[in-house]
């Protein structure tokens, strides 16, 4: 009985929340350069009766991005750099979003990864973090900082230990995601040979791209003409 | 002491005839009412500097002409130009994002001690949601580009893979409103359209832009003054200096590129100002110097000084009577003028016999050739005034009032002021040596390999003589502060206003719409990478007419009844009341299209409004604006509006620049014509010999060309207009020479050459100025009149004027 009260008393203790919860957190998370694991996600949105529901595989590497392929309902590959965001179905690319095009991307690629990776050094800055930390275990609500992100996303939820293991994304129109992870594996032979092949060759243009981008900025100096910008 | 001491005998004393006492009379009448005018002067100068507190103007461009003719582009291109011109528009960065926001911070700090002076662009308005809501009711009439084309294009089939796909998104949707909102993201797409017109975003509570690896916050704000007021200047720029300093101990490696009208304004302000000082004060010297060498008594420095001070208040009162804004750079030409004006008075006191004739006396016989001189410098200054620079003409009347006033002041006043004292030092002697050596010199042989050298000479220079009109020529920034404007540009992507299309219609509808038909050439032109961008209204605010068409393209498309969305209901398992209910939601007959007045009203449209100009009298009109354009590129954009009824290519640069080119032609003309018209003046007073005075001054403009030509520097409209200056200065020379009868010629020439030098230390400082127009006119003038002077004895001094009367 004096053990219980114990374990209950050293369970309580341990039981930390606030900032000093987020600094525990980051002790337990290993954040490996290289994590790969399967994934099943679950979107819930409004109006639709039914859940729907994904899996696949998801890899993220440090300094290079997301690689996120859906296995079902149907194959679909997603890859986040700080360059792009690709869709792709087999060897089709059906979207493609360019940094060039939209200066966020670097920023949601970032995102994504820290979410997935539990880098909470890098959420803090974004968000407004209130976390619970047990001796094994953790959980994290993030509140975006920005109210223009606010408006779409309303709030995060992460838990794991090691390792991320559940991602709750609520939108602010009603719609939800929930992610759960399994089947960690890290260091380079996470990596099966098509997802090392998927980020070796930096999906598409992007290097290209932005070579395009600083020449054509710097013809444009050279044209010299905003002096007279009035 | 040096000087022949002769005790002074009073003028008036020694005039005996009754008609010499009645001139003086008249005289001292004369005098006393231009006091009453002087004091006048003074005291309007007081009510408009001290009292009003009125600003001097700094915009170079206001000095350029407001050649479009048309008012509905001029308003198009004053609005445009207006709306940026208090705009500051600040980047603080680093590598390290935080480092930046740190910097930022600092910055904002700083400017935040003085909230009177800057309105902070607020990002609170763009990102509540009633700023979208207009578009967000109407997006079922927006739709982008690619999507219309893929509309047109895809089966079903092709729009539920992408729907089903989007749903796969680990990141949520990314979007305003639900999922079944915007179930084939439409409008997610029309927004990120509309997103990607410009590379800054709200991150983390700040505006951030990136360019290659740097991170930058950027701090857009504006003006609550003038940009190119003075005051407002000295007031801000400390300001700004104090931020950036700031911003730059804040964090480590901190780059910081500002741009703005006030920075250019502010630097060429300074630089004006400070040649003010320098060419003014410059002249002031040169001229005490030159009159106590001469003199070796204070009276006639004070004359002198007084004649030019007069000069000075009478420019500044009649040109600020006129205009409502004075330009620094009138004041700066306006102190060159000093060395111009001077010539009457040193003229005047040069006359060794003032003592024995009385005052009176020789300014009588004087009056002839000074009011030629006068008269010949008038209209070459009322050439400039002719030209439709508003700048050069307000420097015209400036200058014409000045050396009006200062020559007033001479002959009604010099009389009785000077004192009658005549001393003159051993220098005369000298100056008399040297000319006689140097007509010695010039004489027979030596004369005539003069000639021959000065011809080939000029000949070769106006051979590689070479015009470019191009209004950028005149501009002179410092290198760094170019480049961070250029830079700020480029990595907001911020559009030019010196080029831009106009597009009016007689109805609002019609103007959208035959903006729409010309956005669809320059968006292929942009594909072909012509240039980078545009702005244009209708991006935020398509044409009833397109977002009718698109909403029934939709329609068709996407929710005809065996359409895509009949086939996602399949797909996600939905019933028949789902997709009823999406569909009626998605095609309700109750379209209300997006108006004018809605976008107006939204904080969105804030940086596009300047492109909207609406009715104009019985025209609606509105401007699309350019980015990321090459000079080589501009025919291909204005052949861009060949064959859209409504639309016309405005390039502003290239106008202004024509317009310099057409009156560097026109005023070369002018030019010729006055030297034409002088003579027919001069004719019945010279009769043959009226070439002679003519002469000097056109040698001396060949030579100013030549020299024009051999340093290489392009002609340009401001040469010739001082070449304008050249000939008034060069004929008074050759006046004064001729005019040797009751003087010894010794004084004429004496006085001739110290009016040269004068002229020389004065016009001929602005040879220094960084100004490129100043400068122009400095070197023309310098080269000129040294020529100018050099040449009138050599066709003068065998020119005896055939009457001594006045004209």
Redesign the interface.
């Known amino acids: 009985m004096i053990r219980k009260l114990l374990l209950i008393v050293s369970v309580a203790v341990s039981h930390v929340q606030g900032d000093a919860a987020v600094t525990q957190i980051q002790k337990m998370v290993a954040r490996p350069p290289v994590m790969c694991g399967a994934?099943e996600?679950q979107?819930t949105?409004?109006?639709?009766?039914?859940p729907?529901k994904?899996a696949g595989r998801?890899c993220a590497v440090a300094d290079k991005g997301v690689l996120?392929n859906?296995l079902t309902?149907?194959a679909?590959t997603?890859r986040l750099s700080r360059e792009e965001i690709v869709?792709s179905?087999g060897d089709r690319v059906?979207?493609r979003?360019s940094?060039r095009?939209?200066?966020?991307v670097?920023?949601?690629s970032d995102l994504?990864f820290s979410v997935l990776a539990g880098d909470f050094a890098r959420l803090k800055?974004?968000f407004r973090i209130d976390a619970t930390a047990q001796p094994a275990s953790w959980n994290a609500t993030l509140v975006p900082?920005?109210?223009?992100m606010r408006?779409?996303?309303s709030a995060i939820e992460l838990s794991g230990a090691e390792y991320v293991q559940k991602?709750t994304?609520l939108?602010a129109?009603?719609?939800r995601?929930v992610?759960t992870f399994s089947n960690m594996a890290t260091g380079q032979n996470a990596l099966q040979p098509d997802e090392a092949k998927a980020f070796a060759a930096p999906a598409g243009r992007g290097s290209t791209d932005?070579g395009t981008a600083?020449r054509?900025?710097a013809?444009?100096?050279s044209?010299?003409?905003?002096?007279?910008?009035? | 002491m040096l000087p022949i001491a002769v005790p002074p005998v009073a003028g008036n004393l020694s005039a005996n005839s009754s008609e010499n006492v009645k001139a003086v009379r008249t005289h001292r009448l004369f005098a006393w009412a231009w006091l009453l005018l002087v004091i006048a002067a003074v005291l309007y100068n007081g009510k408009v500097w001290v009292i009003d507190h009125r600003q001097l103007e700094t915009d170079f461009?206001a000095l350029l002409p407001n050649d479009e003719s048309d008012p509905v582009a001029r308003a198009a291109f004053e609005r445009v130009?207006g709306a940026?011109?208090q705009n500051v528009l600040v980047l603080v960065g680093s590598r390290d994002w935080?480092e930046a926001r740190k910097a930022g911070d600092a910055y904002a700090k700083v400017l935040a001690t003085q909230p009177g002076w800057f309105t902070p662009a607020s990002l609170?308005a763009?990102?509540s949601?009633s700023a979208l809501a207009p578009w967000w009711t109407n997006r079922r009439g927006l739709v982008t580009e690619s999507d219309r084309a893929a509309l047109l294009r895809n089966t079903p089939d092709d729009w539920v893979?992408?729907a089903?796909?989007d749903?796969?998104?680990?990141?949520?949707?990314?979007?305003?409103?639900?999922?079944?909102?915007d179930p084939f993201g439409f409008f997610r797409r029309w927004l990120?359209a509309r997103?990607?017109e410009t590379?800054?975003?709200?991150?983390?509570?700040v505006l951030?832009?990136?360019?290659?690896d740097m991170h930058y916050v950027v701090l857009p704000m504006q003006l609550r003054s003038q940009a190119f007021a003075l005051q407002s200047q000295r007031e801000v720029m400390p300001l700004l200096n104090e931020a950036r300093a700031s911003a730059e101990r804040a964090g480590s490696e901190i780059t910081i590129k500002s741009?703005g009208?006030i920075f250019?304004a502010a630097a060429a302000a300074a630089q004006a100002n400070n040649e003010l000082s320098t060419i003014g004060w410059g002249s002031v010297i040169g001229i005490i110097l030159i009159t106590w060498v001469t003199f070796r008594s204070l009276r006639p420095i004070a004359l002198i000084l007084l004649s030019l001070g007069i000069g000075t208040i009478g420019a500044i009162a009649v040109t600020a009577f006129f205009y409502k804004s004075v330009h620094l750079l009138t004041l700066v030409f306006g102190a060159s003028l000093i060395g111009v004006a001077e010539d009457y008075g040193t003229h005047y006191l040069c006359m060794s016999d003032r003592n024995v004739r009385g005052g009176v006396t020789v300014m009588r016989d004087l009056l002839p050739s000074l009011s030629l001189a006068l008269l010949t410098t008038v209209v070459s200054f009322i050439g400039l005034g002719v030209s439709p620079f508003p700048g050069l003409q307000q420097m015209a009347l400036f200058s014409a009032v000045g050396l009006v006033s200062s020559w007033i002041t001479v002959v009604v006043w010099f009389p009785a002021l000077d004192g009658k004292q005549i001393g003159r030092a051993r220098v005369v002697g000298w100056f008399n040596w040297l000319r006689i050596r140097w007509l010695a010199l010039s004489h027979g042989q030596p004369r005539i390999w003069l000639g021959v050298a000065t011809l080939v000479v000029s000949a070769i220079g106006i051979a590689r003589l070479h015009a470019n009109d191009d209004i950028?020529l005149l501009?002179s920034?410092p290198d760094s502060l170019?480049?961070e404007?250029?830079?700020v540009?480029?990595i907001l992507d911020?559009p030019?206003?010196?080029q831009l299309y106009i597009v009016r219609a007689p109805s609002e509808q019609l103007l959208l719409e035959r903006e729409e038909a010309l956005r669809a050439r320059l968006d292929s032109l942009q594909q072909q990478?012509v240039f980078?961008g545009y702005q244009a209204v209708t991006t935020w605010l398509p044409s009833q007419r397109s977002q009718r068409r698109d909403a029934l393209l939709v329609r068709d498309k996407i929710y005809a009844a065996n359409g895509a969305l009949h086939q996602l209901r399949g797909a996600?398992?939905?019933?028949d009341a789902?997709e009823t209910?999406?569909r009626s939601e998605a095609t309700s007959s109750t379209v209300i299209p997006l108006t004018s007045a809605a976008w107006l009203a939204s904080p969105i449209s804030e940086p596009l409004r300047p492109l909207w100009l609406g009715q104009q009298g019985a025209e609606w009109v509105s401007v699309v604006t350019l980015k990321?354009?090459?000079?080589e590129r501009l025919p291909e954009l204005a052949r861009a509006a060949e064959g859209f009824v409504g639309v016309q290519w405005a390039d502003?640069?290239a106008s202004i620049s024509s317009v310099l080119g057409r009156y560097r032609v026109r005023m070369s003309w002018v030019l010729a014509a006055s030297y034409l018209l002088v003579f027919l003046i001069f004719l019945p007073r010279y009769g043959r010999a009226s070439w002679r005075i003519l002469a000097p001054s056109v040698a001396a403009s060949l030579v100013s060309l030549a020299v024009i030509g051999l340093l290489g520097q392009p002609l340009q409209l401001f040469h010739v207009l001082a070449l304008f200056l050249v000939f008034g200065l060069g004929v008074d020379f050759a006046i004064f020479l001729s005019v040797q009868t009751h003087s010894a010629e010794g004084d004429v020439s004496f006085a001739v050459g110290l009016a040269a030098i004068s002229t020389v230390l004065s016009l001929g400082l602005l040879a220094l100025s960084a100004t490129p127009v100043l400068h122009a006119f400095g070197l023309v003038m310098l080269v000129g009149i040294t020529v100018s002077l050099l040449a009138a004895p050599l066709f003068c001094s065998s020119a005896p004027a055939r009457t001594t009367g006045p004209v």
Request: charged content about 25%; proline content about 4%; overall charge negative.
């Open positions: 994934f996600q979107k949105l409004v109006g639709l009766k039914k729907v994904s998801f996120w859906t309902p149907f679909s997603l869709q179905q059906t979207s979003l940094a095009e939209e200066p966020t670097g920023v949601i994504l800055s974004g900082k920005e109210s223009g408006r779409v996303i991602i994304m939108e129109s009603g719609d995601t992610i932005r600083e054509s900025a013809d444009r100096s044209a010299g003409r905003g002096e007279f910008e009035r | 461009l130009a940026t011109e935080s609170t763009l990102q949601d893979k992408q089903l796909n749903l796969l998104s680990p990141m949520g949707s990314g979007r305003v409103g639900a999922w079944q909102d990120q997103a990607a590379p800054v975003r709200p991150i983390d509570g951030r832009v990136d360019d290659a741009a009208m250019p950028r501009q920034l170019l480049r404007q250029t830079d540009g480029r911020v030019f206003t010196g990478h980078d996600l398992q939905e019933d789902w209910r999406i990321g354009v090459e000079n502003k640069v």
